[in-house]
Antibody, heavy 120, light 109 residues
């Protein structure tokens, strides 16, 4: 079955760190650009990071310098290392498969998400 | 920076009726637009890409149209399972605020 399964979410104090994982199955993981997208409760979708097949990485300004995306193709796994966490980072974090076009990406496969709560 | 604006924020429609959702780009995105459906407690699901191409397994009652700055998602005859939040996403460029619209909630009238 083609799927993405996230794990690693939880409660963390402000300033703390957390590492999210995403296990991919049913497709050739190494052939796809992969992304993290988050959603605060009752809010819209916010793109968090991307990693290309060659390991090139991309971030919005809101997380650049604090979050690091990485992948381990041998384990069909995607990761998000989150440091210096803030209350505003509280959200469900989704792993998403990107379909690369001549310009940018849309997302054709999503995981069910993992909840990150930043609170003291 | 391209800003995506969806309207209305909430749309109330009766089952069996047609629903029309709009997405406007602040500048042209050509046909580089996707639509997603998100039900409560679930991940988003890709419905449409390339402004008008249905993704695998998406029923024919879902259709997308438009190009440039004006886009429409039409659901021809609403089923109970169609009541959800719908997001548009452009992939013509990648602005700092992200590529997604703010969403339209489709609710039962």
């Amino acid at each position: 079955e083609v799927q993405l399964v996230e794990s690693g979410g939880g409660l963390v104090q402000p300033g703390g760190s957390l590492r999210l994982s995403c296990a991919a199955s049913g497709f050739t993981f190494s052939s796809y650009d992969m992304h993290w997208v988050r959603q605060a409760t009752g809010k819209g979708l916010e793109w968090v990071s991307a990693i290309g097949t060659a390991g090139d990485t991309y971030y919005p300004g809101s997380v650049k310098g604090r979050f690091t995306i990485s992948r381990e193709n041998a384990k069909n796994s995607l990761y998000l290392q989150m440091n210096s966490l803030r209350a505003g980072d509280t959200a469900v974090y989704y792993c998403a498969r990107g379909v690369a076009t001549t310009l940018y990406w849309y997302f054709d496969l999503w995981g069910r998400g993992t909840l990150v709560t930043v609170s003291s | 920076e391209i800003v995506m604006t969806q309207s209305p924020a909430t749309l109330s429609v009766s089952p069996g009726e047609r629903a029309t959702l709009s997405c406007r780009a602040s500048q042209s995105v050509s046909s580089n637009l996707a639509w997603y459906q998100q039900k409560p407690g679930q991940a988003p699901r890709l419905l449409i890409y390339g402004a008008s191409t249905r993704a695998t397994g998406i029923p024919a009652r879902f259709s997308g149209s438009g190009s440039g700055t004006e886009f429409t998602l039409t659901i021809s005859s609403l089923q109970s399972e169609d009541f959800a939040v719908y997001y548009c996403q452009q992939y013509n460029n990648w602005p700092p605020q992200g590529p997604f619209g703010q969403g339209t909630k489709l609710e039962i009238k």
